[in-house]
């Protein structure tokens, strides 16, 4: 399940760092939670749509790798995200 175009530009102008900025790990990690909670909704109303619970978690595996890599370059970065998102309270 993708996002609406309104939402993703939404999500996108929301954790850029710089105009047109859509690939820094902020916006990545940004677009990529907002994918993970439209698939928990829709998986809690069709509770055995099993190839959409496997897309969450490869999607939710992908966001802790991009997580761990910003975790371990900008530790700051990562601490705002996590706060702004959040994720791991």
Do not use: C, W
């Amino acid at each position: 399940m993708s996002l609406a175009k309104e939402k993703k530009q939404q999500v996108i102008s929301e954790f850029t760092r710089k105009p047109q900025d859509t690939g820094s790990a902020e916006v990545q990690v940004a677009l990529m939670t907002a994918r993970i909670q439209s698939l928990v909704e829709h998986l809690k109303i069709h509770k055995k749509d099993v190839h959409s619970k496997k897309g969450l978690l490869t999607l939710i595996s992908s966001r802790k790798k991009m997580l761990k890599y910003l975790k371990n370059n900008d530790y700051d970065r990562y601490r705002e995200l996590i706060k702004k998102l959040g994720i791991r309270k």
